[in-house]
């Protein structure tokens, strides 16, 4: 089983470049969610989705673009990246909040931007 | 707007021994989930192990359980007889289930790295 799949696993960006994080789930979940990690302040949730064709801002947006124009998956686009944007970065998919409260994680995407 | 607390930024704990990891949270909400993810050196984040808030009963799953204490909105996470394999940071998370509007979204502690030595 594939389950959360991230694409890629490393990057490396120069300051004002961009780039796009591919997420895939093959587990026909509808809640698809990015997140990014830093060191001292846990997983910050970037944006999500709660469906096909559907997007929400979550509690750090700024500086990121998502699309999801197929159930299974869920970008994550960079237009300009900055320093500040170092990150590791997750997705996660959850089926729905009737069925299941469990969220299914990809690898992470370790991204430098210098 | 919750906030999770994980005041432990590293602990360490001896082959075979128990350690506790702590977390406090900060909610109006009264129905929510509270989890303990588990991410070892991988990065793959891990499920530990979940608990209802309506439900009084601590989760346990194997080696290790929950004392969670609603009213102090406190949720510790135990791990008995610890393993090498262990060794992860742990993050304490709390998920809204009030409404229709949560959609399972997580609000995350800062981490526990937690070291098990043989």
């Known amino acids: 089983n594939a389950g959360v799949t991230q694409t890629p696993k490393f990057r490396v960006l120069k300051t004002g470049q961009s780039m796009t994080l591919l997420c895939a789930q093959d587990m026909n979940h509808e809640y698809m969610y990015w997140y990014r990690q830093d060191p001292g302040m846990g997983l910050r949730l970037i944006h999500y989705s709660v469906g096909e064709g559907t997007t929400a801002k979550g509690e750090v947006p700024d500086g990121y673009n998502v699309s999801r124009l197929k159930k299974q998956n869920f970008l994550l686009g960079l237009e300009s990246a900055a320093p500040s944007q170092t990150s590791v970065y997750f997705c996660a998919s959850s089926k729905n909040r009737q069925v299941s409260t469990e969220a299914f994680f990809g690898q992470g995407t370790r991204l430098t931007v210098v | 707007a919750q906030t999770v607390t994980q005041s432990q930024p590293e602990m360490s704990v001896q082959e075979a021994e128990t350690v506790t990891l702590s977390c406090t949270y900060d909610?109006?909400?009264?129905?929510?989930?509270l989890f303990w993810y588990k991410q070892p050196p991988s990065r793959q984040m891990i499920l530990v192990i979940r608990?209802?808030?309506?439900?009084?009963q601590n989760a346990t799953e194997n080696r290790f359980s929950v004392n969670f204490q609603k009213a102090a909105k406190s949720f510790s996470l135990k791990i008995s007889d610890s393993q090498l394999g262990d060794t992860a940071m742990y993050f304490c998370a709390f998920m809204n289930n009030a409404g229709g509007t949560s959609y399972g979204k997580l609000t995350f502690g800062q981490g526990t790295i937690l070291t098990v030595h043989p």
């Open positions: 608990q209802e808030a309506y439900k009084q």
């Open positions: 909610t109006s909400e009264n129905n929510y989930y």
